[in-house]
């Protein structure tokens, strides 16, 4: 059975730092591409960042130079480095799995979807 569990969410204050991790089950995650959407409250989920297999990633543009994603094939672990937090970043972060190694930035491109964590930003 594939689980996928984020953590690392909090409250931080706009201007600081937080790191996501996603973890996952599954024996093949290295050749799974993985993607980390937002969500805010009755809006829809918002591409962030992806990874592929082969490690080339793709970001949202209000996140670019500022968040980065990496992943650790060894520990099943993909992770969202999220520098110069802003306001408008506030949101549940769900990491995803795409199956094929691709990275998507569409919220249909993914098998799998973990429960998410909440991120909070004080201004």
């Known amino acids: 059975q594939v689980h996928l569990v984020e953590s690392g969410g909090g409250s931080v204050q706009a201007g600081g730092s937080l790191r996501l991790s996603c973890a996952a089950s599954?024996?093949?995650?290295?050749?799974?591409?993985m993607g980390w959407f937002r969500q805010v409250a009755d809006k829809e989920l918002e591409f962030v960042a992806s990874?592929?297999?082969?490690?080339?990633?793709n970001y949202l543009d209000s996140v670019k130079g500022r968040f980065t994603v990496s992943r650790d094939n060894a520990k099943k672990t993909v992770y969202l480095q999220m520098n110069n937090v802003k306001p408008e970043d506030a949101a549940v972060y769900c990491c995803?799995?795409?199956?094929?190694?691709?990275?998507?930035?569409?919220?249909?491109?993914?098998?799998?979807w973990g429960q998410g964590t909440q991120v909070t930003v004080s201004s």
């Open positions: 599954g024996r093949t995650f290295s050749s799974y591409g």
């Open positions: 995803g799995e795409n199956w094929a190694g691709l990275g998507s930035r569409r919220v249909g491109g993914y098998n799998y």
């Open positions: 990874i592929t297999s082969g490690g080339v990633t």
